[in-house]
């Protein structure tokens, strides 16, 4: 049977672009569709922008902490519009740069949404391409509950265009997406309330890291509520919205923004009759190798459900092209996989939480430091700092790191190296550190606490 590609890659994210330049490296026909946006939702509506937006809303914090260093400057001044554009315009020039990538690899890019009419047979614009594999990298998308009012609300897909900017916002949410947003809205200047239905956000985070976040959060002036949820929504006359809770209260607002958690973008992928089995939770259920039920369509990224990070996705996506088109094992370690949540101050950690390890292992040795940096003895700011490790007493191995406080995610980083390939406490001991940093907190720490 003759086809059109080898690989028709629908969605051209991060897993997407990977699968398709590589598989075309090892000399597969690839062509790729996309209907939004090239570089899928890291690139356009998540990690790139976000970041941005989290530099912006520390610039504030800076200049307050500058004064006890000599420094006097007038009120600042921030301009959404400006932020807002000039992000647009390096998303713009990300956009450029993927279509390059991948017209240098020899891909084909075609312009839409797939569908997939049958186990080989991709339709897109209304002409059916025939493909030996189809491979499904579509992503996910924002999930917004049916609440009275929904219509008035933002998802993390809008969030970054606002015409103008919220002076009140609200963020509904637990995730670290809604961590996130709740510090970036506060850093810019806005007044944010964060709601959450449960105890407490960041719901599989370590336990005492949660607690520790949310201390210091509140302290940088997010109102968190949590077991609150929204009971309804209504607009104003004057373009406020009046949020109620189910606690009774009614909050005022500019903006409501709903970051309460992403399904896979499925809509409209399959034609009637075409069925791929979906698991438990409705992400795509793969095997090993990637494949569906459906052996010829493969899957990867965050529509399967594992880990929804982009590293990840990039790792899926170029271990199944070395796989289908190189002929190497179809191997991904999952396990020790580094993180970060760009909240202030930033979270990182690798590794096991105290309690998946004390769940584990029979003899969990902490280590614990909390402190405030040596920054704020001058800065003024009372922003502490939380750095942890759990060792295996019987191995001495490392086990999990955590981290609350500036940089984190980039400390966490270089860490995550040396748990990857089995560090031991003794070894963090002998490690000479750098002074002075933050870090080198983690290779001092020499007392243990108790659990």
């Known amino acids: 049977m003759s086809y059109d590609y080898d690989l028709m890659v629908i969605g051209a994210g991060s897993g997407g672009v990977r699968a398709a330049r590589m598989a075309a490296s090892f000399g597969a026909k690839v062509a790729i569709c996309e209907d939004r946006y090239m570089g899928g939702t890291c690139v356009n509506v998540g990690c790139v922008p976000k970041k941005l937006y989290v530099y912006a809303s520390e610039y504030s914090k800076q200049v307050k902490n500058a004064k006890g260093f000599g420094w006097s400057t007038p009120e600042p001044h921030f301009d959404w519009a400006t932020l807002r554009d000039n992000k647009k315009a390096e998303i713009t020039r990300l956009n450029g740069i993927y279509d390059n990538i991948l017209g240098g690899a020899n891909v084909q890019i075609i312009n839409g949404r797939g569908k997939i009419i049958d186990e080989h047979t991709v339709e897109i614009n209304g002409q059916q391409y025939r493909c030996e594999r ?8 924002p999930f917004v509950p049916d609440v009275e009012g929904k219509e008035h609300v933002v998802s993390s897909n809008e969030i970054f265009d606002l015409a103008e900017f919220p002076k009140r916002i609200v963020v ?27 105890d407490l956000f960041l719901r599989g985070f370590d336990q005492e890291v949660r607690d520790f976040a949310a201390q210091e959060i509140a302290k940088q002036g997010v109102n968190l509520q949590f077991n609150t949820d929204v009971s309804a929504i209504k607009k104003q006359d004057d373009g406020s919205l009046h949020i109620q809770t189910n606690q009774g209260e009614v909050i005022e607002a500019d903006a409501v923004l709903y970051a309460t958690g992403r399904k ?4 409209n992928l399959f034609a ?3 069925n791929v089995e979906l698991n438990k939770r409705g992400y795509i259920a793969v095997d090993e190798t990637f494949k569906t039920s459906v052996p010829s369509i493969l899957a990867v990224g965050d529509v399967i459900g594992g880990m929804e990070l982009t590293p990840v996705a990039l790792e899926e996506g170029m271990t199944l092209a070395r796989h289908y088109y190189d002929g190497q094992p179809c191997e991904i370690d999952y396990t020790n996989i580094a993180t970060a949540v760009f909240c202030q101050p930033n979270i990182g950690t690798v590794g096991m939480t105290e309690e998946q390890a004390r769940e584990k292992y029979s003899n969990v040795v902490k280590y614990r430091s909390e402190f405030r940096a040596l920054k704020h003895t001058i800065s003024g700011s009372d922003e502490r700092t939380l750095m942890k490790l759990l060792v295996d007493g019987d191995t001495d191995k490392i086990l999990g790191v955590h981290m609350v406080g500036p940089d984190a995610g980039e400390i966490m980083q270089g860490l995550a190296v040396a748990i990857k390939a089995g560090a031991t406490k003794a070894e963090f001991d002998a490690t000479i550190g750098i002074h002075p940093t933050a870090a080198e907190e983690f290779v001092t720490m020499r007392t243990p606490v108790n659990s």
């Open 134 to 141: 189809i491979l499904i990298a579509v992503g996910g998308w």
């Open 264 to 267: 896979p973008h499925l809509h």
């Open 172 to 198: 509904v949410g637990g995730g670290y997406i809604a961590v996130e947003f709740a510090g970036i809205f506060n850093g810019l200047g806005s007044q944010v309330t964060q709601l959450y239905r449960g």
């Open 272 to 274: 009637e009759g075409m």
